[in-house]
């Protein structure tokens, strides 16, 4: 089995940074595309950014030139740096990941979330 695990969440006033980590454990032959995705109250959840184990990066278009997205593939970290922080970013952040647990056995994994909350 093969958990994900977020931390990094908080109350940041607008214009302000937060850093969010997301670390994968359990049974991991390798991982493949890592990304973070949000859900606002009432609305349905969406992707904010991926990353392929080679470093390719794609971001929403309500994020680009403000998050950034980066990974660790040696200790199978995810991390989304978020500046310029508007409270329409608010939202409980999901970490996501394509994880092989074998050369033949794959699946797709979900953190717990973790709370972001832009108010001044």
């Known amino acids: 089995q093969v958990q994900l695990v977020e931390s990094g969440g908080g109350l940041v006033q607008p214009g302000g940074s937060l850093r969010l980590s997301c670390a994968a454990s359990?049974?991991?032959?390798?991982?493949?595309?890592m990304a973070w995705y949000r859900q606002a109250p009432g609305k349905q959840r969406e992707l904010v950014a991926t990353?392929?184990?080679?470093?390719?990066?794609n971001y929403a278009d309500s994020v680009k030139g403000r998050f950034t997205i980066s990974r660790a593939n040696a200790k199978n970290t995810v991390d989304l740096q978020m500046n310029s922080l508007k409270p329409e970013d608010t939202a409980v952040y999901y970490c996501n990941a394509d994880v092989w647990m074998s050369v033949i056995t794959r699946g797709n994994y979900w953190g717990q979330g973790t709370q972001v909350t832009v108010s001044s």
């Open positions: 359990g049974s991991i032959f390798s991982i493949g595309i």
């Open positions: 990353i392929t184990n080679s470093g390719s990066t």
